[in-house]
């Protein structure tokens, strides 16, 4: 189990960067490009945190992402749209996000519970 933390004073991840403080893992050398993926992880938010992305899928049909799922006010959105889940604050939880490739369709649990779809 990789434990990853950001902290708000922490620095970009490049000293010419613009970005916000960060920690990624990126899989390279796969083909992403068909089939059906599953990522999960654990999250924990500190009360007062927002904007905070939690996962995030590059590339897409359109556009540059198929994926940003997002903390505002302790609730998950995807973008700054639509409700995932709520009351995130504060506390452990299990996020998986299955990615059908091929199916064009990606579907977000939390805690074992299906919360999103699209």
Same mark, same amino acid.
């Given at each position: 189990? +990789?434990?990853?933390? #950001?902290? &708000?004073?922490?620095?970009?991840?490049?000293?010419?960067?613009?970005?916000?403080?960060?920690?990624?893992?990126?899989?390279?050398?796969?083909? =992403?490009?068909?089939?059906?993926?599953?990522?999960?992880?654990?999250?924990? +938010?500190?009360?007062?945190?927002?904007?905070?992305?939690? $996962?995030?899928?590059?590339?897409?049909? $359109?556009? &540059?992402?198929?994926?940003?799922? *997002?903390?505002?006010?302790?609730?998950?959105?995807?973008?700054?749209? /639509?409700? +995932?889940?709520?009351?995130? =604050? /504060?506390?452990?939880? *299990?996020?998986?996000?299955?990615?059908? +490739?091929?199916?064009?369709?990606?579907? #977000?649990?939390?805690?074992? #519970?299906?919360? =999103? $779809?699209?």
């Amino acid at each position: 189990m +990789v434990m990853l933390k #950001v902290y &708000a004073d922490d620095k970009p991840h490049d000293p010419n960067s613009h970005t916000q403080p960060r920690t990624e893992i990126r899989i390279k050398g796969l083909d =992403y490009s068909s089939g059906v993926w599953q990522f999960e992880g654990y999250g924990f +938010v500190p009360n007062g945190t927002s904007g905070a992305i939690i $996962s995030q899928i590059h590339g897409a049909a $359109s556009g &540059a992402t198929t994926l940003i799922l *997002r903390i505002y006010d302790g609730n998950m959105r995807y973008y700054r749209g /639509d409700l +995932v889940d709520t009351g995130l =604050y /504060d506390k452990w939880f *299990r996020l998986n996000v299955i990615h059908d +490739v091929d199916g064009g369709k990606v579907t #977000v649990y939390i805690d074992g #519970v299906r919360k =999103y $779809s699209t």
